[in-house]
């Protein structure tokens, strides 16, 4: 089994930035892909940004492009989500989860945290 655990969300004003981390453990991180998932209430979970395991790829829905930065540190087992320019429609809950193999389907990931949640105020 593959550990993830996130850290880093809260309340932020529209406008404002967070970063969240994705802490692995338990089996090699570095083989895995890592996708970044949000959930907002009453929503599907969707696709936010996915990374390579070697990081030399990164993937970000429309909506955030330009404002998150996806990144990988594979000597300290983490990934991270720098998150920029919030606006209140990033509200949700945000997980991380790895799979052999990048993807933006989320039904294709192994292993996923828990979640953090995220809320931006307007």
């Known amino acids: 089994q593959l550990q993830l655990v996130e850290s880093g969300g809260g309340l932020v004003q529209a406008g404002g930035s967070l970063r969240l981390s994705c802490a692995a453990s338990?089996?090699?991180?570095?083989?895995?892909?890592m996708g970044w998932f949000r959930q907002a209430p009453g929503k599907e979970r969707e696709f936010v940004s996915a990374i390579t395991s070697g990081g030399t790829f990164t993937d970000y829905t429309e909506t955030v492009k330009g404002r998150f930065t996806i990144s990988r540190d594979n000597a300290k087992n983490t990934v991270f989500l720098q998150m920029n320019t919030l606006k209140p429609e990033d509200t949700a809950v945000y997980y991380c989860?790895?799979?052999?193999?990048?993807?933006?389907?989320?039904?294709?990931?192994?292993?996923w945290g828990q979640g953090t949640p995220v809320t931006v105020s307007s």
């Open positions: 338990g089996r090699t991180f570095s083989i895995y892909a």
């Open positions: 989860a790895a799979k052999y193999g990048y993807s933006r389907e989320y039904r294709e990931y192994e292993f």
